[in-house]
């Protein structure tokens, strides 16, 4: 259970961070019914906090890196055109794609003419201009204020759910009950069943090997978190289960991962757990953690944090 609490912290951050507001109705309607994850970047809130940003650098993935030095390689400035960024995965089948969508105010004309002087075509695909990007990716403008991008077969499949051809994210009820209710906040995620099993087995360590969590397992049903960086860091994580009696066994695992690491702890891994709180409500886990800009920035330079964000 060593590293079972702090994953349980820091997987919002580490496995998938994210910052973000309210989806907007040109992304919605390319996003396929299949969603494993949902995750947002609010870059207007991310530059406004010295915290957010020092946990960015920290502990964004490199397929998140990537996506960004696509757009800075087809010449945006992140700072300026970008308000929000969108992270999308979602199942075709049995193969998981990932898009992006960024949401901002695009110079679309000016960016034409820059691809043209290059020499650079777009490819057709329908309606769509699909422009090369880094790393093989494709990007096309929705409209002026929303750009899609990701490597092709992503990309085609997300316009085949604009145009139709696919189910949307409006059809799946699960995902949007989630939302419900987290779309303000600074930082949002949403997980289906699967993405939850995947995250609680990581989160719980050696303690996911036990009997009792197989059978807990195919009784977590989805996830969400938010994060907000107002008057220090606050993150709230709820994992949804099929009954009252999961979600309880559920916070008994993790509250016992608490008092066994606060046995060893020491320095800032102390503070933090003391700013840890854990219950069940009906059927869902609820994990809070709160604390100060501070202790929170001591905690990302700390070799605990180094080692459970890998």
Known sequence: MKRMVWTAVLLAMAAAPVWSASLGSSARTIIPS????IISVD??????????????ERVLPENLKQFETALRGMGLDLDQDVDQLDFISFRD???LHTIGIAQGQFPTTQFARRMAVRK???AKYRLADLYPAASGMQMTFLDPATMLFGDAASVKLALDTRDGELPSLNTNSRIADLMGGIEDGTVWSVLDANGTQNM????????????DYDTVKKR???????????????????VFTSDSFTAGALSSLVKAGVLYRKLSATG????????VTVNNDSD???????????????????????????
């Open 43 to 56: 870059y207007r809130a991310l530059r406004s906090s010295s915290t957010a940003m020092a946990l960015k």
């Open 284 to 310: 869902k886990l609820r994990l809070r953690f709160k604390t100060d800009d501070s202790r929170f920035e001591s905690l990302l330079k700390s070799d605990l944090f180094a080692a459970v964000s890998k």
């Open 200 to 211: 609680m087995r990581s989160a719980l360590g050696d303690a996911s090997r036990l009997a």
């Open 34 to 37: 299949e969603v494993q994850q």
């Open 268 to 275: 800032v891994e102390k503070v933090a757990l003391d700013s």
């Open 120 to 122: 650079v075509k777009p």
């Open 220 to 238: 977590l049903v989805g996830s969400r978190y938010t994060m907000n960086f107002s008057g220090g860091v606050n993150l709230d994580l709820d």
């Open 93 to 95: 089948g049995s193969t």
